[in-house]
């Protein structure tokens, strides 16, 4: 008895439909990990893992001169203390999401949130 064409398509669909699924969960994984970048200036000071970062505060003083000090907190950070006038840095809050951004005008200091996969 030979099989019909609508159940020899239903067959290869299936079987398509099956080797789509096995190729999607052998796919390589990857890990997407919250960064965090401290810049001054031009250059790169630090680069904090948020996704592994413990709760902390820390400052930059002795490595820059500047008397700013840094909050991580829930894998977010944000600027705690400077000493420029207007305080808009720190009034920016915590920052988490890809692409938030929070900056010293007066002391050339950056910090930058960006999505990476590792």
């Given at each position: 008895?030979?099989?019909?064409?609508?159940?020899?398509a239903?067959?290869?669909?299936?079987?398509?439909?099956?080797?789509?699924?096995?190729?999607?969960?052998?796919?390589?994984?990857?890990?997407?990990?919250?960064?965090?970048?401290?810049?001054?200036?031009?250059?790169?000071?630090?680069?904090?893992?948020?996704?592994?970062?413990?709760?902390?505060?820390f400052?930059?003083?002795?490595?820059?001169?500047?008397?700013i000090?840094?909050?991580?907190?829930?894998?977010?950070?944000?600027?705690?203390?400077?000493?420029?006038?207007?305080?808009?840095?720190?009034?920016?809050?915590?920052?988490?999401?890809?692409?938030?951004?929070?900056?010293?005008?007066?002391?050339?200091?950056?910090?930058?949130?960006?999505?990476?996969n590792?």
């Amino acid at each position: 008895m030979k099989p019909s064409p609508l159940r020899l398509a239903l067959w290869l669909a299936v079987a398509a439909a099956l080797a789509a699924s096995l190729l999607w969960l052998c796919r390589p994984q990857t890990k997407e990990h919250t960064v965090a970048t401290i810049t001054v200036g031009e250059k790169t000071l630090r680069t904090i893992d948020l996704a592994s970062a413990k709760d902390q505060e820390f400052s930059i003083l002795e490595e820059t001169g500047l008397p700013i000090t840094f909050q991580i907190k829930d894998h977010a950070i944000r600027f705690l203390e400077s000493n420029c006038p207007d305080k808009v840095c720190i009034h920016t809050g915590f920052l988490k999401n890809d692409l938030d951004v929070a900056c010293c005008l007066p002391n050339q200091t950056t910090i930058l949130i960006t999505r990476e996969n590792r």
